[in-house]
């Protein structure tokens, strides 16, 4: 899964794929699925992308033996990072930067676990 950070600084707009959250589909993610998820940002300010209810398993190390498992993944601007994320509570959760005031411009969806 690909999850885009994108924004304008002359609006001051921020979004997940270029889609604020009313123009934004839920995520769908299948229940039970261990998912490779590959976060691009594309905007000027950090992002720290809280997914609620289940962890990310940060794939941050040269060997790839140790993923510190994290809640809140912060995304430096130009950096991309990845994870595994498992689908492991069924609903639908909120998914969004953590800076309120970058949330309120947009940058908010929501993930659907079915
Ligand atoms: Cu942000």
Request: no cysteine; aromatic share 0%.
């Given at each position: 899964m690909l999850l885009h950070l994108t924004g304008n600084m002359d609006r001051y707009n921020f979004a997940f794929n270029g889609l604020t959250y009313d123009q934004s589909q839920p995520v769908r993610l299948p229940y039970r699925q261990r998912i490779w998820v590959t976060l691009v940002h594309d905007t000027m300010m950090e992002h720290p992308i809280h997914l609620h209810g289940m962890f990310n398993e940060l794939d941050?190390?040269?060997?790839?033996?140790r993923r510190p498992l994290k809640h809140t993944v912060s995304v430096k601007p130009g950096e991309k990072l990845h994870y595994y994320l498992t689908a492991g509570e069924r609903g639908r959760w909120a998914y969004h930067c953590h800076l309120l005031y970058h949330m309120e411009a947009g940058m908010f969806t929501t993930a659907e676990v079915a």
């Open positions: 941050t190390t040269a060997d790839h033996r």
